[in-house]
């Protein structure tokens, strides 16, 4: 209910929204920018939790996930780049297929490797600190200092930044981009990879929160593309946008009417703007 | 036998169906028949996806609809026997759900195809949320549950056969509406939508029919699934059964109509009776569909089969075009002010001319003139942003393409706008039908072979089309398939005819014969003509007045003697005028 | 499942099949339902694990009826549907002679609406009460027995005053409320909160702000598997696990590892069974049970163990019975008595009646602290 504990709302808003931006910024590199729709997006973000599973049951401490997601996750985008996604940059449709299909053979074999239970990773984080006057879980406030300090310094790198401009540039035009000399089709390779990367990342992040089972992928798969739809494509302030509404009106609804409704309106807000603003709100593609 | 030849592929389903139960055992038929089910569900997938071009990623909220209004109503006719006249509507109602969607998504643009997929992703995902929420209706997520069985069929035993008859039956019908005019329209579809459009073809409604259609098929299925399994839980409402009932029809092959059903048998089957036995069966399953996905994406039917065997029908003359045709009146064009922009550039800027009787009337200007972008407002194309369009004293501006061709309007594009992988033949076909056929006319073979007085005269004017009847439209050389457009363009004979450069690219030689037979043609049917052309000498040819553009204006009218002598004209051409 | 544990579980099996028992014909294949994926997939390796072990035990006194019992896994972890065609296959397709149970209420009501009374159906886990199903016998723990002595005596020992309840949505969890609901309100305590989620929320912060508003001094907790564990660390989380007591009727040694002995504070489980139970019958359980798989086992706890439970009762109204056939099982059913690591149980009215125990938390892991001896289920299904 909206009461008047508001620290405590803000801070739980502040968390899922903090959570929707790191999971849908893998997405919004390579849907937004590449325009790759690539349904394995969630899948990375498992494969990240599971670096965190894998590292736990050897004895290591959960930092030791961060390079273990960053180099399973950067291979396996290579690989996935240069045989699945490029030979299909044209047919749009066929990459959406392919990629499902992808989703589906990493989602099984993590099944075959892990089992189907449901993981949990700790963390010695998670304990409460004060906060505002209420107990707060420790993990949960680093995560949301981590987003925002990640955001900003990606908008601070796409705005100011050479390679930023470089980017930018091939978005716009990339014909026009690439009679000026820049390879684009490294720099989408390399966008693809940065893009599943900082998916499998997130997941590394958001382990010791979440529960962890083979299936997770696609949620958070589902909620990046719909907050890309409602925010536009292209753009980081489009993805913020859309994280601000798709996240809030979530969360409001949530408190409100209970997660199902929350995740209602969230779908019945992205089949509006699919049908009548496809384009999303700040679209520059 | 035509029939035959189309149920070929029925024949050797319905004769293995027959054989299965008594080749293994009654259970194991019990269990195919659940794939049989699944595979009728994605045949609907394959439909739309394989022959129109649009793909339905949330088929299953169709399949979910039907499994539970259909065992709600098993259920509750054992105390209420009326309710069994209203099964039926099990099937009926998910259709007419279907076609609304469609009809509401795909008015709003042709290019809407990825949007649309995620429609209905999206509202299947709401189905699925509804039904484990609306416990009271559904049963929630304990599921809609004891479900008796058909009556007259006992589930583990007989009910197999009416599943079995189910797919032969879909499979017949489907592969009947293949071969017949329907099944060239939706290929049209996905081929070149556009070009479908400027021939007067309501094509939001033809997506909408197909996929109401389609959503017919996986309801009907979802009926049968409540009867198969006794309960019907929210999961054959979800997001998984719909990915698989693609993946099935992607695999089997999605422009097959036996295809879906095989992939469902034996992907799904075979994954449900070794899923347990062999840890990385579903592993192998997924490399298996992106290998479809790479390199077979006719699945395993395109495959097997060669080339489809062309569909003509015997010659029989066509019904006269209705609607528009016979007026009395000359025809008038009248563009009043006519503004446009496109990405915040203004193209158009107040462009003013008209036109009015039969005729072929020139169209000259410099490059970014706004000559094409005048035609692609008259023919909804490009928005409306000032001043209006009146065709025959009717206001046309702002109606979409399709309602402009019915208007009398046909169009040739710059870049020759064929159909590539149909035969010239099905290309003139869809030419013939557009304004002539009727819905019901597009279910009959006969209508195949319509012909027309003015197609036998376009066939004598280009031997060469005559020759390759048979040949796919995309395989012709640029020249013939300039031709090919011209002639579909003027074959619904339309009152009012836009031509853009349909000479460019063409040899010398080959431009003489095509102003020819554009003289000849456009006066055959009485039209006034619009010709956008750059060489001089094809303009001159035409005789007729000619209208210059300049900057999205009307610079000069006139014959050609004086637009070339005309001062503005040639200060503009010579770069003296900004 | 590891190698080290196939491999000892086929020497058991091994040895069992050595001694010299002569077995009829044809032997006994039971289907065992066990979640193997989904929110109580956790507890599938150790109801395995169980399950194997009766199968030894039993095959070493000669079977069931004299036939050798053989095992058929199915996974129940999936929606009631799926759940209901994978045993269909094991049933019609392999020829299973009876059904042992160990998952949700859901799958249990597609299974009953499956069986129809055909084949002897044995439901082992803690659930909600109610079912009187032909042919069926239940061997878990209900909300009656696990709170109507545990409500009371909580109230006397940390006399909560404001009560708030918190379920997955679903009959269970609904109807373990709705009881419970009763019994605390006859202690003079007020419910200030009610409410129920679906399986797939892992995310409980609205409904820990609820609880915090609402003032509540204990929360009952029921909650399944994977939804339980999330629920109980974020409680701790926020801080609430000094301040509030906790109460949960299917807290068991699996959830509690996901939880955390440190986040469980203040935590009591009211349960059949425990690990650590106190008796001469449990220890040698427990004691075989870690010979049988090993140091790296999946913790023994109450659901698996009841599948162990399981198979003693489909023995014991076998013999009275002398027969496999539901009708004449329902007929010997009332009365039968059996003894397992639980101690002595007694089938009335298709249920069993039987001892209680209620657990908090230390630093080692469950303490019980209080038994309740002979239970009875407070059913009323005539057979």
């Excluded at chain 2, 019907?232 to 059964?241: E, N």
Aim: with cysteine; hydrophobic share 50%.
């Amino acid at each position: 209910m909206l009461d008047g504990n508001i620290p405590l709302h803000g801070l739980n808003l502040a968390y899922e929204l903090a959570t929707l931006a790191l999971t849908t910024l893998g997405l919004a590199i390579v849907f937004g920018l590449l325009g790759v729709m690539n349904m394995a997006h969630g899948e990375f973000v498992m494969l990240g939790a599971y670096s965190a599973v894998a590292v736990q049951k050897l004895g290591l401490p959960l930092l030791a996930a961060v390079p273990l997601a960053v180099v399973v996750c950067g291979l396996l985008g290579y690989v996935v780049e240069r045989w699945l996604i490029r030979p299909l940059y044209s047919r749009p449709f066929d990459t959406l297929l392919a990629t499902w299909a992808l989703a589906m053979l990493l989602r099984k074999l993590v099944e075959a490797v892990f089992g189907r239970e449901y993981r949990n990773v700790e963390s010695t984080l998670t304990d409460p600190v004060t906060v505002f006057g209420l107990q707060y879980p420790a993990y949960r406030l680093v995560l949301i200092v981590l987003a925002v300090v990640v955001m900003a310094g990606l908008y601070l790198w796409y705005r100011r930044s050479a390679a930023g401009l470089r980017v930018r540039a091939m978005t716009a035009n990339p014909v026009l981009a690439q009679a000026l000399g820049i390879n684009t089709g490294r720099l989408a390779s390399q966008a693809f990879v940065i893009g599943v990367v900082f998916a499998g990342l997130s997941g590394v992040l958001l382990a010791p929160l979440i529960r962890i089972e083979p299936g997770i992928g696609v949620d958070y798969l589902l909620d990046a593309f719909f907050v890309l739809v409602v925010g536009g494509l292209g753009t980081l302030g489009g993805m913020f946008g859309g994280v601000g509404i798709i996240g809030g009106s979530q969360a409001i609804t949530s408190s409100i009417a209970g997660q199902t409704s929350g995740y209602a309106v969230v779908l019945m807000l992205s089949i509006l703007f699919l049908w009548l603003k496809p384009n999303g709100l700040f679209s520059r593609r | 036998m035509a029939f035959f030849r189309d149920a070929k592929s029925a024949a050797f389903l319905a004769a293995a169906l027959v054989a299965l139960p008594f080749a293994s055992s009654e259970f194991v038929a019990y269990q195919i028949a659940l794939f049989l089910i699944y595979g009728i569900a994605a045949q609907g997938v394959a439909l739309c996806w394989g022959r129109l071009g649009f793909l339905p990623l949330g088929h299953a909220l169709f399949f979910g609809l039907g499994a539970y209004l259909f065992g709600g109503m098993l259920k509750g006719a054992e105390s209420n026997p009326a309710l069994y006249l209203a099964l039926p509507l099990a099937a009926v109602a998910p259709a007419l759900l279907a076609y609304v969607i469609a009809r509401l998504v795909f008015a709003r643009s042709s290019r809407s195809g990825p949007y649309f997929s995620l429609i209905t992703l999206a509202l299947t995902m709401l189905g699925f949320l509804a039904a484990q929420q609306w416990s009271s209706l559904t049963g929630g997520f304990n599921g809609l549950a004891n479900i008796p069985d058909i009556p007259g069929t006992s589930r583990y035993e007989t009910l197999y056969w009416l599943v079995a008859v189910a797919a032969v039956i879909s499979t017949i019908v489907l592969a009947m509406l293949a071969t017949r005019p329907i099944g060239v329209i939706w290929e049209a579809v996905a081929q070149n939508e556009e070009r479908l459009q400027l021939l007067g073809y309501a094509t939001d409604r033809i997506k909408a029919n197909a996929y109401a259609f389609s959503a017919l098929l996986a309801a009907a299925a979802g009926a049968l699934f409540s009867a198969h399994q006794g309960i019907v839980t929210p999961q054959a409402m979800s997001f998984i059964l719909s990915t698989e009932f693609v993946i099935w029809a992607a695999v089997g092959g999605k422009k097959s109509a036996l295809g879906p059903l095989l992939g469902a048998i034996v992907v799904g089957y075979a994954s449900a009776e070794l899923r347990d036995q062999f840890l990385y069966w579903e592993v192998a399953v997924a490399a298996l569909f992106i290998a479809v996905v790479l390199f077979l994406p006719n699945g395993v039917a395109g495959l097997l089969k060669r080339r489809a065997e062309p569909r003509y029908g015997q010659d029989s003359p066509a019904p006269p075009v209705h609607g528009v045709g016979t007026s009395t009146t000359p025809v008038s064009l009248i563009l009043e002010g006519v503004e446009t922009a496109q990405s915040g550039v203004t193209i158009l800027d107040g462009l003013s001319l008209a036109l009015s009787g039969p005729g072929i009337r020139c169209v000259i200007g410099p490059n970014g003139a706004g000559k094409t972008s005048s035609f692609n407002v008259i023919t909804g194309r490009l928005p409306l942003l000032g001043g209006g369009v009146t065709l025959n004293g009717h206001d046309i501006g702002g109606l979409p393409a399709w309602r402009v061709a019915r208007k009398g309007i046909g169009r040739k594009m710059q870049v020759p706008s064929v159909f590539p992988d149909l035969t010239v033949r099905e290309n003139l076909g869809l030419a013939v039908w557009a304004g002539r056929a009727s819905g019901a006319d597009t279910l009959k073979r006969v209508t195949l072979g319509w012909h027309t007085q003015l197609l036998g005269d376009i066939l004598e004017e280009f031997p060469a089309l005559a020759s390759q009847l048979d040949s796919p439209a995309g395989t012709l050389a640029q020249g013939h398939r300039q031709a090919l457009e011209l002639a579909m363009t003027l074959l619904p004979e339309p009152r009012l005819v836009l031509l853009d450069e349909p000479c460019a690219g063409l040899s010398p030689g080959e431009t003489h014969q095509m102003i020819d037979a554009i003289k000849t043609l456009v006066g055959q049917i009485g039209a006034a003509a619009l010709l956008i052309e750059h060489d001089i000498t094809a303009v001159e040819a035409m005789g007729g007045d000619v209208y210059v553009l300049h900057q999205g204006r009307l610079l000069d009218k006139g014959s050609l003697a004086d637009i070339q002598a005309s001062a503005t004209v040639r200060a503009v051409y010579a770069g003296g005028r900004k | 499942m590891d190698r080290r544990h196939f491999l000892q579980a086929t020497l058991a099996a091994g040895a069992a099949s050595a001694i010299p028992t002569a077995f009829a014909a044809d032997p006994l294949k039971v289907a065992v339902m066990i979640p193997q994926s989904g929110p109580a997939g956790l507890f599938g390796p150790s109801c395995k694990a169980c399950a194997e072990m009766a199968a030894v035990a039993l095959n070493g006194r000669g079977g069931v009826l004299g036939r050798k019992v053989e095992l058929l896994f199915g996974d129940a972890g999936l929606a009631p549907a799926e759940a209901g065609q994978a045993a269909l296959k094991l049933w019609k397709g392999q020829k299973a002679g009876a059904v042992i149970g160990m998952h949700d209420s859901a799958v249990r009501g597609a299974l009953v609406g499956l069986f129809k009374g055909q084949v002897p159906y044995f439901y082992t886990p803690v659930y909600e009460g109610g079912e009187c199903a032909t042919g069926t016998y239940v061997k878990g723990e209900t909300p009656q027995q696990q709170l109507e002595p545990v409500i009371p005596w909580l109230a006397a020992e940390r006399k909560p005053t404001k009560w708030y309840m918190i379920g997955n949505d679903y009959i269970w969890g609904r109807n373990t409320n709705a009881t419970a609901r009763g019994y605390i309100e006859k202690t003079g305590a007020k419910v200030v909160g009610d409410e129920y989620l679906p399986f797939t929320v892992d995310n409980f912060d609205a409904s820990l702000a609820r609880i915090q508003s609402s003032g509540a001094d204990a929360v009952l907790v029921s909650l399944v598997g994977g939804a339980s564990v999330t629920f109980n660390k974020s409680f701790a989380g926020f801080g609430l696990s000094d301040k509030v007591i906790r109460l949960g009727t299917l807290i068991e040694e699996n959830t509690l590892a996901g939880i955390g002995f440190a986040n469980a504070r203040n935590l009591y489980s009211s349960s059949g069974y425990f690990a650590n139970i106190d008796t001469a019958a449990a220890k040698a359980f427990a004691a075989d049970y870690a010979k049988a798989n090993g140091a790296n086992a999946p913790a023994l706890n109450g659901l698996a163990e009841s599948t162990y439970e399981g198979f003693l009762m489909l023995e014991a109204l076998a013999k009275k019975a002398g027969s496999l056939d539901p009708a004449k099982l329902d007929a010997a059913s009332e009365g039968t008595t059996y003894s397992g690591p639980r101690g002595a149980a007694t089938i009335k009215a298709r249920h069993v009646e039987q001892d209680i125990y209620v657990a908090d938390v230390t630093d080692k892991g469950f303490r019980v602290v209080k038994t309740f001896p002979k239970v009875g289920a407070g059913q009323t299904c005539r057979v």
